[in-house]
């Protein structure tokens, strides 16, 4: 599965958008771009996934480069209760199920 | 659909000892998946079993182990427990293929002593 590289800490607004970037630059074809997030202690919560299209879901919008090599997930206006660990994971779709975890960007939001 | 369940939610447990954490799938769902969080090391895969077969496996010693049930619930056992098993284990569920989502529990932490 292809590195990942995020930024260690990021602080954003309330009701301000929040863009965590995250740089993937030996991604193959056939790898999946997920995101997940933890929140102190409790398991990691899915918020979204992409291939090479941008994905948009309730939580989050992803946006993926053009040659695949960064992404960013989009929280369009952050709350207080997305304050969390962001894990940016890619996944070769031909494996089992194994999710690299790498060490994730903490997001504060503040008011 | 209720989400993935595992218990105990808290162990302690003093070394030496073994231990045997359950996790309750997604209805549904035959794949899980089972996965160590410390300070130090962060985020790491155990294994996975898919219809009662273990189809991948991390980098950890033999004293972890784990099965599947005919029912997709699945158990993890770590003998001869050390202090630096003290963790949060974290399991996850998807279902059929590779490509799906895996959804995770909210883990059993355990304290070794």
């Known amino acids: 599965d292809a590195k990942t590289t995020q930024p260690p800490s990021m602080d954003c607004a309330e009701g301000r958008a929040a863009n965590l970037p995250c740089n993937h630059s030996t991604i193959s074809g056939n790898e999946y771009v997920y995101w997940y997030r933890q929140i102190h202690s409790q398991g990691p919560q899915y918020i979204i996934h992409?291939?090479?299209n941008n994905e948009t879901n309730e939580m989050a919008s992803l946006i993926i480069t053009e040659d695949r090599k960064s992404s960013t997930l989009i929280l369009p206006h952050a709350t207080l209760r997305d304050t969390a660990v962001y894990y940016c994971?890619?996944?070769?779709?031909?494996?089992?199920?194994?999710?690299?975890f790498g060490t994730g960007t903490r997001l504060q939001v503040t008011l | 659909k209720a989400g993935v369940t595992q218990t105990p939610r808290y162990l302690i447990k003093t070394r030496g000892q073994q231990v045997t954490l359950s996790c309750s799938p997604i209805?549904?769902?035959?794949?899980v998946s089972w996965y160590q969080q410390t300070p130090g090391q962060g985020l790491q895969f155990l294994f996975e079993y898919f219809s009662e077969t273990q189809r991948n496996k991390g980098n950890f010693p033999g004293r972890f182990s784990g099965r599947q049930f005919s029912n997709s619930r699945s158990e993890m056992n770590v003998s001869t427990l050390e202090l630096g098993d003290s963790a949060l284990y974290l399991c996850a569920s998807s279902s059929r293929d590779y490509k799906s989502v895996q959804y995770f529990g909210p883990g059993t932490r355990l304290l070794v002593l």
């Open positions: 994971i890619v996944r070769f779709t031909g494996t089992a199920s194994k999710l690299t």
């Open positions: 992409g291939l090479k």
């Open positions: 209805s549904g769902h035959r794949s």
